[in-house]
């Protein structure tokens, strides 16, 4: 009776920890919120290891769709090796219908910062510009309040 009564105690005391964990705050989850569809659909092709997939998606509807796509995500996947997820860094509204989404995407070996400013049309949220790997020092500044 005793021995079953302790796994059960030990099974609680290590689950809580990742039950906590798993929770965000709200306002981190509302933040996510914001991350437009289109961000999203691109993370998923980088995911499948497409990464002129991944900008096709992310620049859909802008001003830059069907221009060439660069290797850069090409050469990231040879060089940190495979997408695995990505930190919400920062979500900035600079306007009610212009954001910038700062996310540290993450690789095997190591993560990059990417920056991406979105603009909502009547269509809905396309992306105006994308730069990875931004300046340290900008980096920095992301997440200090008033900035």
Request: charge should be negative.
């Amino acid at each position: 009776m005793r021995n079953p009564a302790i796994i059960l105690c030990l099974c609680l005391f290590a689950i809580m920890p990742l039950s906590s964990a798993a929770q965000l705050p709200a306002s981190h989850e509302q933040d996510i919120a914001k991350i437009p569809p289109i961000i999203f659909e691109g993370l998923h092709q980088l995911g499948d290891q497409k990464p002129e997939d991944a900008e096709k998606a992310w620049f859909r509807g802008s001003p830059f769709e069907g221009q060439s796509v660069s290797g850069e995500l090409r050469s990231i996947l040879e060089s940190c090796g495979k997408y695995q997820n990505f930190d919400l860094v920062s979500v900035q509204d600079l306007t009610p219908r212009l954001r910038v989404i700062y996310l540290a995407l993450n690789f095997e070996k190591q993560p990059k910062i990417v920056k991406f400013v979105v603009y909502k049309t009547l269509d809905g949220w396309i992306l105006l510009s994308r730069k990875i790997d931004i300046d340290e020092q900008v980096f920095e500044s992301v997440g200090q309040p008033g900035r």
